[in-house]
């Protein structure tokens, strides 16, 4: 063994020695100890401003480097590239036929084609789907290799500052990060099982809060998150549901370290099931083993029993079932807005100029992920507390999911679709088709008083209306389109038109007419 | 590559260097198998495409005779169909030829929709089948076949009981055509 020692080797180890405390002392002070009180140095704020600086500098740059090369930038535009009808399918089909008033007998017009052609290649171009499951496009460079789409006008100081930044990343604030990540679990799953020993009682809960909440923050600080709060007079109470949009896994971490929540979820194995059982010892959190999940009644009862119970912790849940980039809202799964108890909706949007916190599932697993965004420069965002809402006389569970979507999307300055967050992996349901040639079979015979053409197309509405108030699941997609019948003018009973004026409740998204 | 890029923008006459750049964005983020081609499962992921009664018909438009799969430079010629007609009016090339999206080739696309055999014909059997894509089950086949036999009567001249493509352009001589046929960039 002595002869592997170099000569040095009393003075390296000294000097790592020191410089091991010096780190973990500087850690110490500057973020766990503020972590724990929940003050802050501003230190954070100072970089996020620093930060910005150096990318409105990197951009202008690139700029002129385009504009000395005689090309042009290519520049992203989330709003839409084409421009597409306002008028809904019916309306522009019945305009291009000769005669508005509807025929005794059914006419068809070979021009009718046109319309539905039109739209296709439309989608085809453009649609409001697809484009939510990839990440957003960004205008500005962050300097990172993975958002830049205009790599030929890269300068040689931009590039020296891109490698500077990338060192300034993955050495100094990798390592950094990653100790507090394990630092705040550990923490975490250590207090929790301590606190889960003491008996029931006010004592319990309030060291429980106090250790979640710390522990929730120096994860915050291990992803050097920079988030601002609005109008915490509306936090979410004990006995309500909390809803907010679904971005990334780290929505929890976001949430959680300002307020303390009861955690629904699947029982996972691994660390996160040490981690699970771990919380659940300290305070009650809901979680479902993998049969339970399906059954919807044993997931609506768990729900509400939480909710009855004033002394347990409010439940936070995310409805749209799935990761959404951040540019929009969509479809809330309406299991949540059936129990009947006060909703407390939250908005959460990230600022795209610092990275991109959406989690691709498709594409990287969680531990990629959080590698991601551990080695970026840090997630900036705002949290939008909403006043509560509750379900009202005559409103049923997917009115009221839509009217809370709407008040979240309008809060966030997201897009407000009706469209299913679960089309990211699944076909479209075949009953959106079906509406679409209900429609058309209206137009073609015409709403006319007399007998035959319009029984066939009455039964079929009738049938079809009763099938929606069962309230099946495979029918959830149009009981989401009958459900905005009374917020959008066309009373539309087909989704083009739902959708479309679901777009329109957002100003700043909607579809310009030429 | 960028010589096919050329000869495809020689072909659409005029389109921009970032309308070119925004559609193969598009059509990279549409090739979920990174192929370099699009299968027609691949549209078929678009949600508000699928929904659409003539969305199988629509996507057939884009895949030559035989062939499932489309490249970047069959993707724009299908789509030059529909840009807007004033446009062309900037580039008066003699020898260009008759550009992608004239109302007489607009009119032809949609024609190409109705005609399933591609035998340049639209019989009664092909007009029913359209139909029923548009209606679904909502009217009953004797109501669809005399609408499909009105139409034909209608359009008909030569009483070869079918519409010709020259027949069809009669029939819709009064529709804008160009209009309803055209996507417009915003930038």
Known sequence: ?514 | GTYGIAQTVRELSVISHSQITRLYSRFHSLDKGENGALSREDFQRIPELAINPLGDRIINAFFPEGEDQVNFRGFMRTLAHFRPVEDNEKNKDPNSGEPLNSRNNKLLFAFRLYDLDRDDKISRDELLQVLRMMVGVNISDEQLGSIADRTIQEADTNGDMSISFSEFIKVLEKVDVEQKMSIRFLH
């Open chain 1, 1 to 514: 063994m002595e002869s592997y020692l170099f000569p040095f080797d009393g003075l390296l180890c000294m000097l790592l020695g020191i410089s091991f405390t010096l780190w973990f002392t500087l850690l110490l002070i500057f973020i766990i100890v503020p972590a724990v009180f929940g003050v802050s140095f501003g230190i954070r704020r100072l970089y996020m401003k620093s930060l910005l600086k150096i990318f409105e500098w990197a951009t202008l740059r690139m700029e002129r480097g385009a504009r000395e090369k005689n090309q042009q930038l290519y520049k992203p535009y989330s709003n839409g590239i084409i421009a597409k009808e306002l008028v809904s399918l019916e309306q522009e089909i019945q305009e291009v036929r000769r005669s508005g008033i509807p025929a005794p007998e059914p006419e068809f017009d070979m021009s009718d084609i046109f319309s539905f052609c039109r739209r296709g290649v439309e989608s085809i171009v453009d649609d409001e789907v697809t484009k939510r499951f990839t990440a957003e496009e960004l205008e500005s460079w962050n300097l990172l290799t993975r958002s830049n789409y205009n790599f030929h006008h890269i300068s040689t100081r931009l590039t020296v500052l891109w490698g500077v930044g990338v060192l300034v990343r993955y050495a100094i604030l990798l390592p950094l990060r990653v100790t507090l990540a394990f630092t705040g679990v550990g923490l975490l799953v250590v207090l929790t099982s301590l606190i889960g020993l003491l008996p029931n009682g006010w004592v319990k809960s309030s060291l429980s809060e106090k250790a979640h909440l710390m522990c929730y923050r120096i994860c915050v600080r291990a992803l050097t998150a920079i988030i601002t709060y609005h109008d915490s007079e509306n936090k979410p109470k004990n006995g309500g549901i909390c809803v907010a949009n679904h971005t990334s896994p780290i929505d929890v971490i976001i949430l959680a370290s300002d307020g303390c929540y009861a955690m629904v979820g699947q029982v996972h194995g691994g660390l996160m099931g040490v981690i699970q059982r771990a919380m659940l010892k300290a305070c009650p959190h809901i979680w479902f083993e993998r049969s339970e999940v399906k059954d919807r009644h044993l997931v609506a009862k768990r729900l509400s029993d939480h909710v009855a119970d004033k002394t347990k912790l409010p439940i936070l849940i995310f409805p749209e079932g799935t990761c959404i980039n951040n540019t929009s809202v969509m479809m809330f799964k309406k299991g949540s807005f059936e129990i009947g108890c006060t909703v407390y909706p939250v908005a959460i949007k990230y600022d795209p100029r610092f990275g991109d916190a959406f989690w691709n599932s498709s594409k990287f697993g969680m531990v990629n992920y959080l590698l991601h965004m551990m080695s970026s420069w840090g997630v900036v965002c705002s949290v939008w507390y909403l006043p509560p809402m509750r379900r009202e006389e005559g409103e049923d569970a997917v009115q009221f999911a839509n009217r809370v979507k709407a008040a979240i999307a309008r809060k966030g300055g997201l897009a407000d679709l009706l469209w299913d967050g679960g089309l990211k992996r699944e076909k479209v349901k075949k009953v959106f088709k079906e509406e679409q040639q209900k429609m058309y079979s209206k137009v073609l015979v015409g709403v006319s008083e007399d007998s035959h053409g319009s029984e066939v197309v009455r039964g079929s509405e009738d049938s079809h209306g009763s099938e929606v108030v069962r309230g099946s699941e495979d029918l959830h997609g149009s009981e989401v389109v009958r459900g905005s019948e009374d917020s959008h003018r066309s009373g539309g009973r087909h989704c083009y038109a739902a959708w479309r004026a679901g777009a329109l409740e957002e100003p700043g998204r909607t579809f310009i007419l030429n």
